[in-house]
T-cell receptor, first 114, second 113 residues
Framework: DAGVIQSPRHEVTEMGQEVTLRCKPI?????LFWYRQTMMRGLELLIY????????DSGMPEDRFSAKMPNASFSTLKIQPSEPRDSAVYFC????????????FGSGTRLTVV | LAKTTQPISMDSYEGQEVNITCSHN???????ITWYQQFPSQGPRFIIQ???TKVTNEVASLFIPADRKSSTLSLPRVSLSDTAVYYC??????????????FGTGTLLAVQP
């Protein structure tokens, strides 16, 4: 298995632009999580899905952030409009219910908003 | 949600055994204890998971006392490449209220030659 695949690996954009981050979870995993990591706030859970349905989005910072999971093999996290304070590394993770072994994280997308 | 407390940082030397203890006083009956390792510019990586007593794999051992209010990750004979942040988390792998993993600050382990 190729693991959790995220794209792009790096993204540099100007303030006010729309940014879309992509994630392909491991096949067969029914949970998908989006995290954000910064030096100041550490790893923050933004939102998670179960069987493609958003379960908890209480960590989404503002209405500028939205996430979708149109099918079991794809999810997006969109920021519109982007702001410099959104600069962070965004991780996607997936897991299978009841599987001992925890989450599998992707390599992350480093977002820089200038 | 169960909250975990662990030391902010630890120092060690190559070849030593390192034990990182984590407190989780409010752990729920269905919660498992999971440890992750994170290197700079990478996502967290699963190390070990357990429910009670002792679990051992090729990387580490996890010791959990009977009351399950704490756990200890043991790394035998660390090397420079073990320098990383180690996170202790609790959650229910079968779903439920504690399904989502909330990461704390983790423990930065610095291994010196």
């Amino acid at each position: 298995d190729a693991g959790v695949i995220q794209s792009p690996r790096h993204e540099v954009t100007e303030m006010g632009q729309e940014v879309t981050l992509r994630c392909k979870p491991i096949s067969g995993h029914d949970y998908l999580f989006w995290y954000r990591q910064t030096m100041m706030r550490g790893l923050e859970l933004l939102i998670y899905f179960n069987n493609n349905v958003p379960i908890d989005d209480s960590g989404m910072p503002e209405d500028r952030f939205s996430a979708k999971m149109p099918n079991a093999s794809f999810s997006t996290l969109k920021i519109q409009p982007s702001e410099p304070r959104d600069s962070a590394v965004y991780f996607c993770a997936s897991r299978r219910t009841g599987e001992v072994g925890g989450y599998t994280f992707g390599s992350g997308t480093r977002l820089t908003v200038v | 949600l169960a909250k975990t407390t662990q030391p902010i940082s630890m120092d060690s030397y190559e070849g030593q055994e390192v034990n990182i203890t984590c407190s989780h006083n409010n752990i729920a009956t269905n919660d498992y204890i999971t440890w992750y390792q994170q290197f700079p510019s990478q996502g967290p990586r699963f190390i070990i998971q357990g429910y009670k007593t002792k679990v051992t794999n090729e990387v580490a051992s996890l010791f959990i006392p009977a009351d399950r209010k704490s756990s200890t990750l043991s790394l035998p004979r660390v090397s420079l490449s073990d320098t990383a942040v180690y996170y202790c988390l609790v959650g229910d792998p079968w779903g439920g209220a504690t399904n989502k993993l909330i990461f704390g600050t983790g423990t930065l382990l610095a291994v010196q030659p």
